[in-house]
């Protein structure tokens, strides 16, 4: 299931967000702006990652995208039939149609509690 | 493919899990018990070797894949993201015994050689407790050692000791005896004699005493509510017993000569001798005046007000002569209760520390709010991708989606965690001190029957007004309960679990079904103090109307279309259908 930290802080459009950058362990990034992996895993040392997480969870709960998602699950397993079902053949069929469509005005939620989280906490 | 463990269903593991166990055993299981992480408080359980733990994945180092397991065997960590990267499955392939993970994030078994789901009671247990021991925790230091998920078994659900059925087969004495004493009742056999014209047995009219039609629409629900229409019929109040017993006793007490049961009985009498003409129950509403003082008047009266403070007086009364204390969980204190007592519980969950504190309580129906669907206004971005998407969603289910309130709609939200406002923080024993939290409803024990209450008269002594509230409601003929029983309730909050939560063995025991069937309906129209109550009844496969002392058959359409104010909906295994002459289908698809 798609989860929050798939959202880059670029000037990217906020749809379609690139994939992140390999994993380097060049000792001159850390002068240059955070990247991906140090956010991330800033993020999951303070416990903000998990914060966040429940967020977007509670949002996503009030506007009915979970439900959505059921419903989609409940459909696709009706078609293929229970047993022949498995939990990745769930996360491939509704995952682009889920990232679709979270509500512009949850992203942009998240998207600003990050910003804050790494302005407070900025070296 | 799957097997029946408390009359849930639960997957059989796939070979590779069966494999593991056979090898392994639950030693593996049980060691990560020690990496389970409950954060935050009361929420949900991860995996991690130590608390603060980056889990990375063993082959690409990469720490923000969406899904990252962790083979129960050798403890390594891998990224499953297909089609793209698996290490986790190529570690499978590459190592025979290593194909059971565990998602790290939200603590649940993964095949990766099948690519799906598995499921381990022990582990199952494991997580469970570990979730459990957070929310129930005191400053004292006691700790639940017993594997059961929150909360003791209330005082009255204990295992009672159960008396095994035996047939009866009445002897031809004991037969002479039944006929010699009774009347019999209309013979249902002759099926053919009941031409359509003529009205099933027990329906009668109800005159109007001035204003009370509140009575009135109550009382035609209940002659025709299956267990206390049994009870009457069967003679297990008798008027006559009673009233001469209330004689010998001159205790000097007035209210002792007032029995709401025995009028009760009188009434059932009367309404099923086979008499169409009107009744007049009078006795019962002067009765009732006795036991209600303060709603003694000929004003109009809420219907609801009046449902409770009757099975109230029937109580009061048969209560006392039984001298039975008041267990209105069981019912065993009264014919009231036993018919419509249920079980509700409360979990109030404090948001600082996770502790959680659980009530029961009695109920003899469940008031519902008739609130405007939360949130309508974010559905607008939904709906687009609604079309794109190409699949019915289940309508019924999200029905905020379609801006219909529905009776499921109302139970949903009965059972919803609700977050308590800031002025109404709960007193947390852990903390000591007042703190946010968060409530949630669930039903323990299910009636026989159950009276739903919309709350559509709204009083507010704030702005010092009332008002009503006419706003429409989809009810269904047919009702699972299912998704709102605690064990229902509690399994959605620990996720996938094989777990038998909080009611569950109960049930299964007792083997009581959580479908309902509609039987009556009681409805309001017009205004808050100038309206009127009509009853809709459903006997026979057909739809009667009640309204005072007219009856008349009428389509089920029309009761569709009513505004529903009081539902009574009876356990299905003790919905008798009577005669089925009519070719009407029982299966109703609208729900």
Same mark, same amino acid.
Request: aromatic residues 8%; positive net charge; proline residues 5%.
């Given at each position: 299931m798609s989860h929050s930290h798939k959202l880059v802080i670029k000037r990217s459009s906020m749809s379609r967000p690139p994939p992140p950058p390999p994993p380097t362990t060049n000792?001159? *990034? *850390?002068?240059q702006n955070p990247s991906f992996q140090e956010i991330n895993i800033k993020l999951i040392q303070s416990g903000e990652k998990e914060r966040l997480k429940e967020l977007l969870r509670e949002r996503l709960l009030e506007c009915g995208w979970i439900d959505e998602m059921k419903a989609l699950c409940r459909a696709f397993t009706r078609k293929k039939g229970r047993n022949n079902v498995t939990v990745d053949d769930l996360v491939h069929v509704i995952s682009p149609k889920g990232r679709a469509s979270v509500p512009n005005s949850v992203k942009a939620e998240l998207l600003q509690r990050i910003r804050a989280f790494l302005a407070s906490t900025a070296d | 493919m799957s097997s029946k463990i408390s009359g849930r269903v639960s997957p059989q593991p796939c070979p590779h899990l069966l494999d593991f166990c056979s090898r392994n055993g639950s030693k593996p299981f049980r060691a990560l018990q020690d990496c389970i992480r409950v954060k935050p408080p009361g929420g949900r359980a991860a995996i991690r070797r130590e608390p603060f733990e980056v889990p990375r994945c063993g #082959?690409?180092?990469?720490?923000? @894949?969406?899904r990252l397991y962790a083979c129960v065997a050798c403890a390594a960590v891998f990224c499953h993201a297909p089609p793209i990267h698996s290490h986790a499955s190529a570690h499978a392939l590459s190592v025979p015994g290593h194909e059971i993970a565990v998602d790290?994030? !939200?603590?649940e078994l993964f095949c990766c050689a099948c690519r799906d789901q598995v499921y381990d009671r022990d582990f199952d247990a494991a997580v469970v407790l570990a979730q459990t021991i957070t929310s129930t925790t005191s400053t004292s230091g006691? +700790?639940? +050692? *017993?594997?059961?998920?929150t909360g003791s078994q209330p005082d009255n659900l204990r295992k009672r000791r159960r008396v095994d059925y035996s047939l009866w087969d009445p002897n031809s004495r004991e037969n002479a005896i039944i006929e010699n004493h009774s009347i019999p009742l209309h /013979?249902? #056999? %002759? =099926? $053919?004699?009941?031409?359509?014209?003529e009205l099933p047995w027990g329906l009668r009219g109800l005159n109007n005493? =001035? %204003?009370?039609c509140f009575m009135n629409s109550v009382l035609q629900a209940l002659l025709h509510t299956p267990p206390l229409r049994n009870y009457f019929l069967s003679d297990r109040h008798n008027r006559y017993y009673c009233q001469q017993k209330n004689g010998a006793t !001159? %205790?000097? $007490?007035? %209210?002792? @000569?007032?029995c709401l049961a025995c009028d009760m009985d009188a009434m059932f009498s009367a309404v099923f001798s086979g008499d169409r003409t009107p009744y007049s129950p009078a006795k019962f509403l002067h009765s009732w005046w006795q036991h209600a003082a303060n709603l003694a008047s000929y004003e109009q009266q809420d219907a609801h007000e009046f449902f409770i403070s009757m099975l109230d007086g029937i109580h009061e009364k048969v209560a006392k002569e039984k001298r039975k +204390?008041? $267990?209105? =969980?069981? =019912? /065993?204190?009264?014919i009231a209760h036993r018919v419509f007592s249920g079980i509700l519980r409360s979990d109030v969950m404090c948001m600082a520390c996770g502790f959680t504190s659980t009530t029961y309580d009695p109920c003899l129906d469940i008031s519902l709010d008739l609130e405007p669907s939360q949130g309508v206004s974010g559905k607008s971005s939904l709906a687009k991708s609604n079309n794109s998407c190409n699949v019915e969603a289940d309508c019924t289910g999200s029905s905020q989606n379609c801006g219909i309130s529905t009776l499921k709609g109302c139970l949903e939200r009965f059972t919803r965690a609700e977050k308590l406002g800031s002025d109404q923080k709960f007193f947390c024993q852990k903390c000591q001190v007042r703190q946010e939290s968060l409530k949630q409803m669930s039903i323990r024990k299910l009636p026989l029957v159950s009276c739903f209450h919309i709350k559509r008269f709204e009083h507010s002594s704030i702005r010092r007004m009332s008002r009503k509230v006419d706003r429409y409601l989809q009810f269904p003929f047919s009702l699972d309960m299912a998704p709102y029983l605690s064990s229902s309730i509690l399994r959605s909050r620990f996720g996938n679990r094989i777990f038998p939560f909080d009611g569950d063995e109960q049930d299964a025991c007792n083997e009581v079904s959580s479908e309902f069937e509609l039987f009556a309906v009681v409805t309001h129209t017009g205004k808050l103090d100038a309206g009127h109550y009509v009853t809709y009844l459903r006997l026979s496969n057909h739809w009667y109307k009640c309204d005072d002392a007219w009856i008349t058959r009428v389509n089920e359409s029309i009761v569709l279309a009513a505004q529903g104010y009081m539902m009574f909906y009876v356990q299905k295994m003790l919905y008798y259908k009577a005669s089925e002459k009519q070719a009407a289908s029982w299966c109703d698809v609208r729900k």
């Amino acid at each position: 299931m798609s989860h929050s930290h798939k959202l880059v802080i670029k000037r990217s459009s906020m749809s379609r967000p690139p994939p992140p950058p390999p994993p380097t362990t060049n000792k001159d *990034q *850390q002068h240059q702006n955070p990247s991906f992996q140090e956010i991330n895993i800033k993020l999951i040392q303070s416990g903000e990652k998990e914060r966040l997480k429940e967020l977007l969870r509670e949002r996503l709960l009030e506007c009915g995208w979970i439900d959505e998602m059921k419903a989609l699950c409940r459909a696709f397993t009706r078609k293929k039939g229970r047993n022949n079902v498995t939990v990745d053949d769930l996360v491939h069929v509704i995952s682009p149609k889920g990232r679709a469509s979270v509500p512009n005005s949850v992203k942009a939620e998240l998207l600003q509690r990050i910003r804050a989280f790494l302005a407070s906490t900025a070296d | 493919m799957s097997s029946k463990i408390s009359g849930r269903v639960s997957p059989q593991p796939c070979p590779h899990l069966l494999d593991f166990c056979s090898r392994n055993g639950s030693k593996p299981f049980r060691a990560l018990q020690d990496c389970i992480r409950v954060k935050p408080p009361g929420g949900r359980a991860a995996i991690r070797r130590e608390p603060f733990e980056v889990p990375r994945c063993g #082959t690409c180092d990469e720490s923000s @894949r969406p899904r990252l397991y962790a083979c129960v065997a050798c403890a390594a960590v891998f990224c499953h993201a297909p089609p793209i990267h698996s290490h986790a499955s190529a570690h499978a392939l590459s190592v025979p015994g290593h194909e059971i993970a565990v998602d790290v994030d !939200r603590a649940e078994l993964f095949c990766c050689a099948c690519r799906d789901q598995v499921y381990d009671r022990d582990f199952d247990a494991a997580v469970v407790l570990a979730q459990t021991i957070t929310s129930t925790t005191s400053t004292s230091g006691s +700790t639940v +050692t *017993q594997c059961k998920a929150t909360g003791s078994q209330p005082d009255n659900l204990r295992k009672r000791r159960r008396v095994d059925y035996s047939l009866w087969d009445p002897n031809s004495r004991e037969n002479a005896i039944i006929e010699n004493h009774s009347i019999p009742l209309h /013979d249902a #056999t %002759n =099926g $053919s004699l009941i031409s359509s014209t003529e009205l099933p047995w027990g329906l009668r009219g109800l005159n109007n005493l =001035g %204003n009370t039609c509140f009575m009135n629409s109550v009382l035609q629900a209940l002659l025709h509510t299956p267990p206390l229409r049994n009870y009457f019929l069967s003679d297990r109040h008798n008027r006559y017993y009673c009233q001469q017993k209330n004689g010998a006793t !001159r %205790n000097g $007490s007035k %209210n002792s @000569r007032f029995c709401l049961a025995c009028d009760m009985d009188a009434m059932f009498s009367a309404v099923f001798s086979g008499d169409r003409t009107p009744y007049s129950p009078a006795k019962f509403l002067h009765s009732w005046w006795q036991h209600a003082a303060n709603l003694a008047s000929y004003e109009q009266q809420d219907a609801h007000e009046f449902f409770i403070s009757m099975l109230d007086g029937i109580h009061e009364k048969v209560a006392k002569e039984k001298r039975k +204390t008041h $267990s209105p =969980g069981t =019912g /065993d204190c009264c014919i009231a209760h036993r018919v419509f007592s249920g079980i509700l519980r409360s979990d109030v969950m404090c948001m600082a520390c996770g502790f959680t504190s659980t009530t029961y309580d009695p109920c003899l129906d469940i008031s519902l709010d008739l609130e405007p669907s939360q949130g309508v206004s974010g559905k607008s971005s939904l709906a687009k991708s609604n079309n794109s998407c190409n699949v019915e969603a289940d309508c019924t289910g999200s029905s905020q989606n379609c801006g219909i309130s529905t009776l499921k709609g109302c139970l949903e939200r009965f059972t919803r965690a609700e977050k308590l406002g800031s002025d109404q923080k709960f007193f947390c024993q852990k903390c000591q001190v007042r703190q946010e939290s968060l409530k949630q409803m669930s039903i323990r024990k299910l009636p026989l029957v159950s009276c739903f209450h919309i709350k559509r008269f709204e009083h507010s002594s704030i702005r010092r007004m009332s008002r009503k509230v006419d706003r429409y409601l989809q009810f269904p003929f047919s009702l699972d309960m299912a998704p709102y029983l605690s064990s229902s309730i509690l399994r959605s909050r620990f996720g996938n679990r094989i777990f038998p939560f909080d009611g569950d063995e109960q049930d299964a025991c007792n083997e009581v079904s959580s479908e309902f069937e509609l039987f009556a309906v009681v409805t309001h129209t017009g205004k808050l103090d100038a309206g009127h109550y009509v009853t809709y009844l459903r006997l026979s496969n057909h739809w009667y109307k009640c309204d005072d002392a007219w009856i008349t058959r009428v389509n089920e359409s029309i009761v569709l279309a009513a505004q529903g104010y009081m539902m009574f909906y009876v356990q299905k295994m003790l919905y008798y259908k009577a005669s089925e002459k009519q070719a009407a289908s029982w299966c109703d698809v609208r729900k």
